[in-house]
Nanobody, 126 residues
Framework: EVQLVESGGGLVQAGGSLRLSCAAS????????IGWFRQAPGKEREGVAC????????YYAESVEGRFTISSDNAKNTVYLQMNSLKPEDTAVYYC???????????????????WGQGTQVTVSS
């Protein structure tokens, strides 16, 4: 059974930091990319960052580049999202998702990801 379990969300003041974790099981980790997405109330789900567990390549949304860092620990089947300099507009439910690579380049196209976690709430107060 495929499982993606997010943790690390919470309430933080603007300018603060949080680190999210995504623990994966039930699939061959290094054949997949893991992406982080977020969805704020009344808005569409948007991609934040992704990483290939095959070659380590990464991709970031422009809105978070320079503030967020995605990393992967293949020995633990876990992907992390370090979020620094948080802003109130970063408030959302954050989801991790898995994308079968099959030779493709990592991307943040929501509808092409295969498996999803349940999400973790991140709230940034001003």
């Amino acid at each position: 059974e495929v499982q993606l379990v997010e943790s690390g969300g919470g309430l933080v003041q603007a300018g603060g930091s949080l680190r999210l974790s995504c623990a994966a099981s039930g699939f061959t980790f290094d054949r997949y990319a893991i992406g982080w997405f977020r969805q704020a109330p009344g808005k569409e789900r948007e991609g934040v960052a992704c990483i290939s567990n095959s070659d380590g390549s990464t991709y970031y949304a422009e809105s978070v580049e320079g503030r967020f860092t995605i990393s992967s620990d293949n020995a633990k089947n876990t992907v992390y999202l370090q979020m620094n300099s948080l802003k109130p507009e970063d408030t959302a439910v954050y989801y991790c998702a898995a994308l079968f690579l099959g030779g493709i380049v990592v991307h943040l196209k929501v509808n092409e990801y295969d498996y999803w976690g349940q999400g973790t709430q991140v709230t940034v107060s001003s």
